[in-house]
């Protein structure tokens, strides 16, 4: 009797050739498919080449500062911490990055010096001459801190920015006094630093989604348990009032020292169906804050009310979500960026509970996954998105609608609201930080894994004020420059 075979299990993947074809028939397809693909890869690093070429040429002329900063190990966050001095013609100022290793040194968390040329003080010739392959003199390390796996996000803490967040790959929130810890040397073998305090509550890793509340020390994590955590830091202070043998941490430090430097949530929030990608509080409220996610869901919480979605809005995008920004000077202005390459301009006033919504305006421009978007500090109106496609967008969604249907339109014009591209980098840009304290100074940083093998690069920058300033401005200085030089010229 005939047996019939068990039935093998079904994998995953296109179903391969026909199974008549030879080992050699095989083998040449599989060898023309791999010449393929490196001819590819080897036309799209010529364009990214090509590209650079031209904006570098361009640098003096779209920028009034610009420093190229090499890094070893790549660096998946980038952002601003306190000044530390002023000075007439720069500010030194904290910075915060880390160093994703392949395990041969521990990962770490680097506090850097910065300094930071003011506006209208850099030369056009040192602009212009730098090296990508050096590390800027603008940028020194400060202090080291091992830190206990892959540092995927840094937030800072508004209320007092020597204090920082970071998410690693587990469900744990680390928070560190940067000014109290012992700068460490990162050496295989090193233990870790030990953090000042640790958030729990995710059942699951918390990689990516995290922000800090500007109205108080609260702290907010989303994760691959599908949930929203919230914390407050001031539970951990009561626990130790009364404590009064404990020391204290640096000055003005709301961080104190414990045996047991753990605490737990305020509140669990649930209502996404996949990873929570990002998450941001209110500007004006610290119970107020949203969360987005791979499930393609825009979610507005209240912790007033309960743990259940206020608003959830379904399709917010084609993809994934991978980040969202709440706008510091309207808090009904919310931004996201997604896997589909857009970013989505969101009023609050326009969702409803039952998931209806649609955006104020969709900007399309970037060819790959959004990464980033932040709004600017300086301008209601503004704000910047990172991709992978290695560009930094700024847009300003006042300027959407401004051409009218008259003027001609090419197609290599840019798109409604776009008004400045950072090219300088030539891989994915992973972060970037408008600087609040010099508000048109952004720091933006790239994993070259794809153009490089390895490391990073990090790049701060501020555009000309001529190309963000009013245009009444801008015509009355560059008039008044037109007029010195007609005094000075010789007369025929």
Not at 156 to 182: C, F, M, R, S, Y
Not at 224 to 231: F, I
Request: overall charge negative.
């Amino acid at each position: 009797m005939e047996t019939t075979p068990p039935s093998q299990p079904k994998k995953r993947g296109r179903p391969k050739g026909s199974s008549t074809k030879t080992k050699e028939e095989r083998d040449k397809e599989l060898q023309h498919r791999m010449r393929g693909s490196i001819t590819d890869k080897k036309a799209a690093a010529n364009a990214i080449d090509e590209k650079y070429v031209q904006w570098k040429s361009l640098v003096p002329v779209l920028y009034d500062w610009f420093a190229n900063h090499n890094l070893v190990w790549p660096s998946l966050s980038c952002r601003w911490g306190p000044i530390v001095e002023q000075g007439a013609l720069k500010n030194r100022q904290r910075l915060y990055l880390s160093e994703q290793t392949d395990k041969s040194v521990p990962n770490t968390l680097i506090i850097a010096n910065c300094d930071v040329v003011k506006p209208r003080v850099a030369a056009e010739n040192h602009i212009a001459n730098f090296n990508e392959e050096a590390r800027s003199p603008f940028v020194k390390k400060y202090k080291t801190i091992i830190h206990p796996g892959e540092v995927n996000r840094i937030r800072e803490l508004p209320q007092n920015k020597n204090i920082v967040a970071t998410h690693t790959d587990g469900p744990e929130v680390l928070i560190w006094d940067i000014e109290a810890q012992p700068n460490k040397h990162a050496v295989y073998g090193a233990a870790a630093s030990r953090p000042d305090l640790v958030l729990s509550g995710h059942q699951d890793n918390a990689e990516f989604a995290l922000a800090l509340c500007p109205m108080e020390p609260f702290v907010l994590s989303g994760g691959k348990d599908k949930t929203v955590v919230l914390w407050s830091i001031q539970d951990h202070i009561s626990t130790l009032a009364a404590d009064a043998t404990k020391p204290a941490g640096s000055a003005g430090s709301i961080i104190k020292s414990a045996d047991n430097p753990s605490i737990g949530p305020r509140g669990i929030f649930q209502g996404h169906e996949d990873t929570v990608e990002d998450v941001q509080f209110c500007p004006s409220s610290s119970q107020e804050f949203c969360s987005v996610g791979d499930d393609s869901c825009l979610i507005l919480w209240d912790a007033r009310v309960g743990n259940n979605p206020v608003v959830k809005v379904e399709k917010a995008h084609d993809a994934d979500l991978h980040c969202v920004d709440w706008n510091p000077h309207n808090d009904n202005l919310i931004i996201t960026g997604s896997a589909d390459n857009s970013v989505r301009l969101f009023d609050r006033r326009n969702l409803t509970s039952d998931g209806f919504g649609s955006p104020v305006h969709k900007f399309e421009h970037h060819t790959a996954a959004v990464l980033c978007v932040q709004w600017c500090p300086d301008r209601a109106s503004v704000f910047g998105s990172s991709a992978e496609d290695g560009l930094l967008n700024i847009w300003d969604y006042e300027k959407v609608g401004e051409t009218t249907d008259t003027e001609a339109k090419s197609q290599d014009d840019p798109p409604p609201g776009l008004f400045f591209q950072h090219a300088g980098h030539r891989d994915k840009i992973v972060d970037f930080h408008w600087n609040a304290s010099d508000p048109w100074t952004i720091v933006s940083v790239s994993d070259d894994l794809e153009t490089s093998g390895g490391g990073g690069t990090l790049q701060i920058w501020r555009m000309s004020d001529l190309l963000y300033r009013r245009e009444e401005e801008v015509l009355a200085e560059l008039q008044q420059f037109k007029d010195h030089v007609s005094k000075c010229a010789p007369k025929p």
